[in-house]
């Protein structure tokens, strides 16, 4: 740990003499937070790590004020050993170090989602020994915080601080242009898929074969789907065929983990996904045969209407199909029914010639 | 004259032994890939080592069956080309008359049952039945084994309709088995246990004369 380094370093801290509070006190800890102030609400205060990197110390009354801690809790609550005056000297050699120091600060109220955090990507990065790595504060802030889904176009934007690229990648997608042009409440940002203390990436064990799932938990709800017009027998008609057969067995364990089925975003796309209408889009009709030939290298035209667009083989969409459902609905029952009659007959006549 | 007589051929007891084995393997690896998402068929999936052996077990039986389709419609279309093999099984306008007499008589209508000849007409409607049934789950089979070669002149809808004859056309066949094939082999009062003709190839003259009494007469005016 940090803390265990063998030479603490000082770091100074200019003190400045006590000023009176500046507004009435509005929190029970509001005189613990005025006697901080009285030296952390110079803008000016900062100092200088051993690494030359500059830190500053100081805290803007109003900012903490407005945030979600602003009345619950005060400087001590999180800045643990810092009521001596002058504070102990504190072993930081760099900005991170000190970032990552807190990290452990927010667990003894939010133990759950510290806790969470511990199972996510970026905490295996942190245990790399990768400092770049987020922490709590880096995307919920410090002394700001305010809740993170507020607006919710703030969720995709805290990720594309450090994820650049593929937000870029998903603000074109039909989600992404959702959640900034229309400001819409259903659309998945970042954190509904890769979720947010446990975050999850495209690497973590099962995520692949389980990402049929996290596409149904919105595409398979009739109330969310009605609202755009988009059919919830997505689910149903992708698992009723070979590629959806084989992803469910897969994921029971009768199928040979190995094999590469294709799955909703092997067609679809992952942050690039459009309308299936739209051009460019990789399943629109005309860039359909492509996108099998991906799997398939020897297929042709026909083969890609092999696949019936998620749509149920009704008479319009699928009369072949359709015929032949409907034969066989009519004519297994009428096989079986007239078979398991002349048997009942002959048994009833064996009976009677006794 | 002895109390039995051949009924049927070595080649034609290997025939339908054969058939036997292969339909067994290809309904239990073929059944639970058309009902995969119920608990018995995960069940026998798992036990069989999974899907993907369960897949290429169903494909080679598959294949098997084909050739040995192949070669039996050969063989019986050049029989009766070569004036060699008998017209037996082919269905005829009596074969309709029968039926509706036996139906009659099994309702008490009419006071005899039909007289038949080597083959009755529910042995003519399972044979002829697993003939057109084997048609159309070797063509759809192989539509589904070669789809990318399939669709390059068929349309595409031919594999998704493939798919579902495929399945419907074995679960019939399974049902016409276990139902009607095995009450007139095994269940059936006049055969109870077990009728043993197709794997012995011999038959009791008492049930010649009461099955096939057309054939059992002409039998026996040629010996006269």
Known sequence: ?354 | MSDYLVRFTLRQRIEHFSVMTLFTILVITGLPQKFFDSSWAEAIILGLGGIDRIRWVHRAAGILFTLFTAVHLTLMVGSVLTGTGSLSLVPTRRDFEDAIQQLRYYLGTADAPARFDRFDYRQKFEYWGLVFGAVIVISTGFVLLFPIAATRFLPGEIVPASKLAHGNEGLMAFLVVIIWHIYNAHLSPDVFPFDKTIFTGKISVERMRHEHPLEYERIKAQEE
């Open chain 1, 1 to 354: 740990m940090l803390h265990s380094l063998l030479a603490p370093l000082l770091v100074a801290i200019a003190v400045q003499a006590p000023s009176p509070p500046a507004s009435p006190p509005s929190s029970p800890k509001a005189d613990e937070i005025e006697m901080c102030l009285s030296c952390h609400g110079d803008p000016q205060m900062s100092v200088t790590l051993p690494s030359g990197e500059a830190r500053s110390l100081a805290v803007d009354r109003e900012v903490f004020a407005r945030s979600v801690h602003g009345d619950k809790l005060g400087c001590v609550d999180c800045h643990t050993g810092m009521t001596e005056i002058p504070h102990p000297p504190r072993p930081f050699k760099t900005r991170r170090e000190f970032t990552i120091a807190y990290y452990e600060a927010c667990k003894r109220c939010h133990f759950a989602s510290y806790s969470k955090t511990l199972d996510s990507v970026h905490q295996a990065a942190v245990a790399r020994g990768d400092v770049t790595a987020p922490v709590c504060v880096d995307c919920h802030g410090a002394h700001d915080i305010t809740p993170p889904d507020r607006p919710r176009t703030r969720i995709s934007a805290t990720c594309a601080r450090c994820h650049e690229g593929v937000s870029l990648t998903y603000a074109k997608s039909v989600h992404g242009r959702a959640l900034t042009e229309d400001d819409n409440a259903d659309v998945p940002t970042c954190a509904d898929c890769h979720r947010s203390h446990d975050v999850a990436g495209p690497h973590a064990p099962g995520w692949r074969l389980q990402s049929p799932e996290l596409c149904g938990s919105c595409h398979a709800s009739k109330s969310m789907m009605e609202k755009y017009g988009i059919s919830t027998n997505v689910m149903q008609t992708y698992v009723a065929d070979f590629h959806g057969m084989t992803a469910s067995l897969q994921r029971k364990g009768a199928a040979e983990g190995g094999a590469v089925v294709a799955l909703c975003i092997d067609c679809h796309g992952v942050h690039d996904i459009m309308r299936a209408d739209e051009k460019g889009s990789a399943v629109m009709q005309a860039n359909l045969l492509r996108t099998c030939q991906r799997c398939h290298p020897g297929a042709t035209q026909n083969f890609s209407s092999a696949w019936l667009s998620h749509y149920e083989p009704t008479f319009d969409k699928a009369p072949m199909v359709y015929a032949v459902r409907i034969g066989y609905l009519v004519l297994i029952p009428f096989m079986i029914g007239g078979l398991v009659l002349q048997i009942l007959l002959h048994l009833w006549r064996v009976v009677v010639n006794r």
